[in-house]
């Protein structure tokens, strides 16, 4: 996502209107917060003066930058566990209400639906 947005932003500060225009048909173009997107097809489709700057892409950028630089790494095999507990008695009620598990426990041999 970060390179998607350093070429969004180099695009929308060149007014490249060509790449600008295929970066917003990419992928991860519907990714793009509301405002963003807005203001990248506002500086294709209209006329801005030349001072104009994607204000709102470049605070998106550095927010997600940020974000990344305090993401904790993990190393990419490692494998998130998660401790279940045992089933609690409203949940127990549940499935068995649902037909899929009987108050003692056991499974029954077909699905009946109440």
Request: charged content about 25%; hydrophobic content about 45%.
């Given at each position: ?40 097809m506002t500086m294709i489709y209209?006329?801005l003066p030349t001072p104009w ?62």
């Amino acid at each position: 996502m970060l390179a998607y947005l350093q070429l969004l932003r180099a695009a929308l500060v060149a007014r490249d209107e060509l790449s600008t225009r295929r970066l917003l048909k990419h992928d991860l173009a519907p990714l793009l917060p509301p405002r963003v997107r807005e203001e990248a097809m506002t500086m294709i489709y209209e006329d801005l003066p030349t001072p104009w700057f994607p204000v709102r892409l470049f605070r998106f950028y550095e927010l997600v930058e940020t974000l990344l630089a305090e993401a904790p790494a993990r190393p990419r095999d490692e494998q998130l566990e998660l401790s279940l507990g045992p089933m609690t008695s409203a949940c127990e009620l549940t499935v068995a209400r649902a037909g899929l598990l009987s108050l003692d426990g056991r499974r029954p041999e077909r699905l009946v639906l109440h």
